[in-house]
């Protein structure tokens, strides 16, 4: 089993902290707040109908935008309480609980891979450190041989920019294009974000 990721340590110490957060977002969408930037950078880099990949998917508000454009999404989340609110939100995607540590959607019976992943919302700095690699193999295998992937997260929560761009490359990916912002700015020595839009070496 794999060291236990960040997430999974606070909602234990604080079993409302899933639900809190779903009503968050469920908040700022009823205030007409654009909630869905992260989607629309995916969507630009593919075709319709592709296969998508929502890695660390929470309540589904990336992956569900995706699936209402016309792409055929598949969200992952280590909590239940995640998935059970993806279920209600946003229905047409298949979302199922898992670690990304242990990340095997063929065992699960979704054998096709996936033209591209997303992973936003700052997934990877709630893994706990000794499965980052991992997380990062398992979503290459995931893809197809030419598929990306856009994995953003912010500076200051343990995971430094440089450690994790040498970590995917390490785990087969290339970067295609390094950003500051999901709406495209460029990426800058000094930004607090970044948006790193990778594709398969």
């Known amino acids: ?55 660390g998917c929470g309540p589904g508000r990336v992956g569900g935008h995706l699936a209402s454009v016309g792409h055929d999404v598949v969200g992952v989340d280590v909590d239940p309480v995640l998935i059970a609110a993806a279920e209600e939100d946003h229905p047409g995607p298949r979302w199922l609980v898992g670690d990304l540590a242990e990340l095997d959607l063929p065992a699960a019976g979704i054998r096709e891979p996936f033209d591209a992943l997303v992973c936003a919302g700052n997934v990877m700095t709630f893994l706990a450190p000794s499965t980052r690699g991992e997380v990062l193999r398992r979503m290459r295998a995931h893809v197809v041989a030419d598929g990306r992937a856009a994995i953003g997260f912010g500076a200051g929560r343990g995971y430094p920019f440089d450690e994790f761009l040498s970590d995917a490359r390490a785990a087969g990916w290339a970067e295609d294009l390094l950003l500051s912002t999901w709406d495209l700015r460029p990426f800058t020595p000094d930004a607090d974000f970044l948006v790193a839009v990778l594709r398969a070496a």
Do not use: C, K
Request: hydrophobic residues 45%; proline residues 4%.
């Open 1 to 55: 089993m794999a060291e236990r990721s960040a997430w999974v340590e606070i909602t234990e110490n604080d079993p409302g902290h899933s639900a809190a957060y779903i009503q968050r977002f469920r908040d700022l969408a009823a205030q007409g707040v654009d909630l869905v930037g992260e989607a629309r950078l995916v969507d630009a880099m593919l075709p319709r109908g592709s296969r998508v990949l929502d890695a």
